[in-house]
């Protein structure tokens, strides 16, 4: 199915769990938390269970943990 098919040009509601997800309501996208990027739900790798955010790549989810404070032995700079 791509992008346009089936549930639509929407936003999906999304349930982050550990190394899956749960579809609350379908949709073809989410939105990055960081960039506001819409990131197609097939393409969703990046995400945090804590916030229940979802992100665009792997740099920007770091850069979430960062803003959040929970990377051990972290300065700021």
Do not use: H
């Amino acid at each position: 199915m791509n992008r346009f098919e089936g549930s639509g040009f929407r936003e999906a509601k999304i349930r982050y769990l550990d190394g899956d997800y749960q579809i609350l309501t379908s949709g073809s996208y989410v939105v990055c938390a960081m960039t506001g990027k819409q990131i197609p739900v097939d393409e969703l790798r990046y995400w945090s269970v804590a916030r229940q955010e979802p992100y665009v790549d792997c740099a920007n989810s770091l850069e979430a943990d960062k803003r959040a404070g929970i990377l051990p032995n972290q300065s700021r700079g």
